[in-house]
C-alpha cells in the first residue's frame, strides 16, 4: 500500500519544487573597492576578486540590473539564480579598481551617482563616468543630487519636504540626462532611507527604487523597495556569500510591509507566513542583537526585537529554507528619524 502525504508534508514539498524552479535576482551593492578608503564601506580589492571567483564557480549569470529586474518582477527568470552588480556613489576606486576586473569578465554592472559629488575629492569625473558609460553592459542611475537624507523630517512641512526632494531627484536625473544619452530609469537611496512618501515619489516617476536592506528580488517584490546585499568588508565575506548568492526572495508581497519609519522603539513587523511553510524552521535575527523570538497568530508572524535601538538605521532579517540548501530571505529596514543624521 502506498503511503498517503499529509496534505502539510504535500503543501511542503510543493514548496520545494517551486522554491527550486524558480529563479531570483540577488543585487550587490558596493561602494568602494579600495586597500585604504574607510571600512564601514568598503570591499577591498582581494575579496571583490574572490567574490567574482564564486559567481563564476557557481556558475552564476551576471545581467545588467535593469534587464534582471524587469525579466524577475514579470517572472521570466532561469532556473538558477542571476547576479547584478552595483556601486553607489561613483567613487574614483570603481574606476580605477573594479572596472578593469569586471571587464576581464565582460560583467555588466551600474553605478548609481550623486551628482553634486562628480569630480570632488575621490569621486569620478564626469569624462571618467561618460567613458564607462560607453563601455558594453555599464549603466549609469540616480543616486540624488546632494546624497541627502530625503526620508520627510520629523518637523519638516510637507511643502518643505516635497521642493527638498523634488529639487534633489529631478536636478540629478537633470545632470545625468544632459551629460550621458540614456540614464536608466532607477533610484539608489542614499543611506537606504525611504519612507512612504518618497516611495510614492519614485513611484510616479515610474523608476525602480533601490534599498540597501538585504535580500533577493522576486516576482512580488514591490518596485520601490528593491532589495541588495551590502558587500563591504564586513558583510561579503566568503564564508556566507554563497548563501546570499543562492538565496531567494521571501514569496510574499513586499509592498504590503510596515513603512520603515518606525513609531514606536523598538518596532514590530508582520507579515503572512505562507501555508507550505514551517514557524518552526522560521529565523529571525535583529542588528547587534543576535536571533529574536517572534509569535505567529492566525498565520500572521510577529516580529518584535527584547529591548530598543541606540542607531539611526537597523534591520530586522528572517529567512526560512527553500530546498536544497536554500533559503528565503526577507529584511525590514527600520529608520528612527530622532536619531541625527550622519
Known amino acids: 500500500m502506498k503511503a498517503l502525504l499529509s496534505p502539510l508534508a504535500a503543501a511542503a514539498i510543493l514548496l520545494t519544487v517551486s522554491a527550486a524552479a524558480r529563479a531570483d535576482l540577488v543585487v550587490l551593492q558596493y561602494h568602494h573597492v579600495s ?106 542611475a540616480n543616486h540624488s543630487a546632494d546624497h541627502g537624507h530625503l526620508a520627510r523630517k520629523p518637523d519638516e512641512s510637507l511643502e518643505a519636504w516635497q521642493k527638498r526632494i523634488t529639487q534633489s531627484l529631478d536636478e540629478a536625473q537633470e545632470a545625468l540626462e544632459s551629460q550621458l544619452e540614456d540614464p536608466a530609469p532607477m533610484f539608489a537611496y542614499p543611506y537606504g532611507e525611504f519612507d512612504e512618501g518618497l516611495e510614492q515619489e519614485i513611484a510616479k516617476r515610474e523608476w525602480y527604487g533601490f534599498g540597501q536592506q538585504s535580500g533577493a528580488i522576486g516576482p512580488k517584490t514591490a518596485t520601490t523597495r528593491l532589495p541588495r546585499f551590502p558587500m563591504a568588508n564586513a558583510y561579503g565575506q566568503l564564508g556566507s556569500l554563497e548563501t546570499k548568492l543562492t538565496s531567494k526572495a521571501f514569496p510574499i508581497d513586499t509592498g504590503k510591509l510596515p513603512d520603515g519609519v518606525m513609531s514606536k522603539n523598538p518596532p514590530t513587523l508582520e507579515f503572512p507566513l505562507v501555508d507550505a511553510m514551517d514557524a518552526s524552521r522560521l529565523t529571525c535575527f535583529a542588528s547587534g542583537k543576535g536571533r529574536i523570538d517572534f509569535e505567529v497568530i492566525d498565520g500572521t508572524v510577529r516580529v518584535t526585537a527584547p529591548g530598543g535601538f541606540d542607531s539611526r538605521r537597523f534591520r530586522y532579517n528572517c529567512t526560512h529554507p527553500a530546498g536544497n540548501g536554500r533559503y528565503y530571505w526577507l529584511s525590514q529596514q527600520w529608520l528612527d528619524l530622532s536619531q541625527p543624521e550622519d
Open 35 to 140: 586597500d585604504s578608503t574607510p571600512p564601514a564601506t568598503t570591499t577591498s580589492v582581494s575579496l571583490f576578486r574572490k567574490q567574482l571567483d564564486m559567481i563564476d564557480d557557481l556558475g552564476l549569470e551576471v545581467v545588467p540590473l535593469l534587464e534582471g529586474t524587469r525579466n524577475t518582477r514579470n517572472g521570466n527568470q532561469p532556473e538558477e539564480n542571476r547576479i547584478a552588480i552595483t556601486f553607489d556613489d561613483a567613487y574614483d576606486s570603481v574606476f580605477h579598481q573594479a572596472a578593469p576586473m569586471l571587464a576581464e569578465r565582460d560583467y555588466p554592472y551600474t553605478i548609481f551617482v550623486n551628482t553634486d559629488a562628480v569630480g570632488g575629492r575621490g569621486y569620478m569625473t564626469w569624462d571618467q563616468i561618460r567613458e564607462l558609460a560607453t563601455r558594453p553592459g555599464v549603466t549609469i
